[in-house]
């Protein structure tokens, strides 16, 4: 049978599909998918895979994708992050008999996208995202679609667009942001830039970018004139988004941990959710935020969540007529309800601390610290201090370390130049000497391999052997000879 393409790949394999959940890295698993469409999604993506470990690692595929079949998971669209295109078709290979169709990221505008080169920031390299493209159309049995950012530009994106769909891909997901947008200086997307882009291809198009709730999604498709709409936070915040309600949390909550004792996944998947659920319950009852970052089993996951129902319907057996949720929500915290990312002056306001003219965060004072208040320390050093009560972070109680003489990182207790490890391997190497504090032995194994070249060429010529013992045995009948 013929590979599909365009409107047919939508309309057949796809099935129409308009309600779709985005790829999520350690958030769109299998039983979040699965609740996911017993909500109304009708087509959901797989977190975003690392080619090169899902080609070399069985563990990494068995545990992402070769797991137990379920029929319920389809259609369903694989996305790779990759950057190169041998390895990318590869794994796309290996991937293609458990899905519909393979997606490419470039949309990912994390760090470690830029450090591993791939996501988003390979939007500028035209020429290798076409040889990627092409090579995946000509040797996957399945179609190759993408997920792009947009440029700041409407032209540039419009273009980019262009040149995905004629290297062969066949759907595009438009994020409407920019890579520079993300955290709390994502803004708001762009629904022009989507809908140039749909006026421009001929492939169908989803859209991604400021959906809270149904009717967002019913807008964005009337105005940019879309395929279908994808959702990411608004999703995690409420599974029901595409059946248009807001259910009770605990319903969501329970629901998606019994999918999970038949669907089992790591516990820091399960305890995300649950904080994405609970968010705005969590900043209410903050004890049992604590007891759900500490929570070590499902079973402990099971009752936090249990004890978290069990406030919220105290909460509702003791609320006065006509009274109204707090904190400028749309529902009470027991809802399943968007969260609206703050800004970066909000976000400041939130921590604390007073932000630049810019919005950047300001750091706090070093001596807000130093007494161990938990109240001011950052929240890495708060789990620290949950691991450890006896810790302290008074910089005055640090141990004082000697400097290396090259470059004032603390030096070796014991180094024979009174220099860092670095420092000393790279003068011992020079000079070729030893330093056992270190460890650095530099100027005996040169002798040692000065001695082993010696024993080999006496190995090697048996001849050399002999001429050496006459000679001896002829310098000794000399000595003798002398002494008489």
Not at 30 to 36: K, Q
Not at 131 to 140: D, G, H, S, T, Y
Not at 354 to 378: F, H, Q
Request: charged content about 25%.
């Amino acid at each position: 049978m013929p590979k599909l393409r365009g409107e047919a790949f939508w309309r057949e394999t796809l099935r129409s599909a308009h309600y779709v959940v985005a790829p999520m890295v350690d958030q769109s698993e299998l039983a979040w998918r699965l609740l996911s469409r017993r909500h109304g999604a009708q087509l959901c993506y797989t977190p975003m895979l690392h080619a090169q470990v899902f080609l070399r690692d069985a563990n990494y595929r068995r545990e992402n994708l070769y797991g137990e079949a379920c029929p319920e998971d389809r259609p369903l669209i694989v996305q790779f992050c990759a950057n190169d295109p041998e390895v990318f078709v590869q794994a796309a290979l290996l991937a293609q008999d458990y899905c519909d169709a393979i997606d490419l990221n470039l949309g990912c505008p994390q760090m470690i996208a830029k450090r591993g080169h791939y996501g988003a920031f390979l939007q500028e390299e035209w020429d290798l995202l076409q040889r990627m493209i092409l090579l995946a159309n000509e040797k996957l049995s399945v179609p190759i679609t993408c997920k792009i950012r947009v440029f700041p530009e409407i032209d540039k994106t419009v273009k980019y667009a262009q040149m995905l769909e004629k290297a062969g891909c066949q759907l595009l997901t438009v994020h409407g942001r920019t890579k520079e947008q993300k955290g709390p200086l994502a803004g708001v997307a762009s629904w022009e830039h989507i809908q140039a882009v749909r006026k421009a291809v001929s492939i169908p198009v989803f859209a991604n970018g400021n959906i809270q709730c149904l009717s967002d999604v019913e807008e964005c498709i009337r105005k940019t004139g879309v395929h279908g709409v994808m959702s990411a936070e608004g999703n995690l915040h409420n599974p029901a988004l595409f059946e248009g309600r807001n259910p009770l949390v605990w319903e969501m909550a329970e629901e998606y941990l019994e999918i999970v004792q038949k669907y089992p996944c790591p516990l820091s998947y399960v305890r995300a959710h649950l904080f994405k659920l609970w968010h705005h319950t969590l900043q209410v009852y903050q004890q049992l935020r604590e007891e759900l970052a500490k929570v070590k089993t499902l079973e402990g996951i099971v009752d936090v969540n249990r004890e978290l129902k069990l406030r919220c319907q105290e909460e509702i057996a003791n609320q006065k007529e006509g009274e109204k949720p707090k904190e400028g929500l749309p529902f009470f915290h027991w809802i399943c309800q968007p969260y609206i990312r703050p800004g970066p002056k909000e976000r400041c306001k939130e921590n604390g601390a007073s932000g630049t003219e810019k919005g950047v965060r300001g750091k706090r004072a070093l001596e807000e610290e130093e007494d161990g208040n938990a109240e001011l320390l950052s929240k890495n050093k708060q789990k620290k201090k949950l691991r450890n009560p006896n810790k302290s972070f008074d910089p005055s109680l640090k141990p004082k370390y000697a400097k290396c003489d090259q470059c004032g990182n603390p030096k070796g207790n014991k180094c024979v130049f009174n220099m860092c490890r670095g420092c000393c391997k790279k003068r011992a190497f020079k000079e070729t000497a030893d330093c056992p504090g270190h460890g650095l032995l530099f100027k005996t194994k040169y002798e040692k391999s000065l001695s082993w070249q010696s024993s080999q060429r006496v190995i090697q010529n048996p001849e050399l052997s002999r001429r050496g013992a006459v000679e001896v045995g002829e310098t000794a009948a000399l000595e003798e000879a002398g002494d008489s």
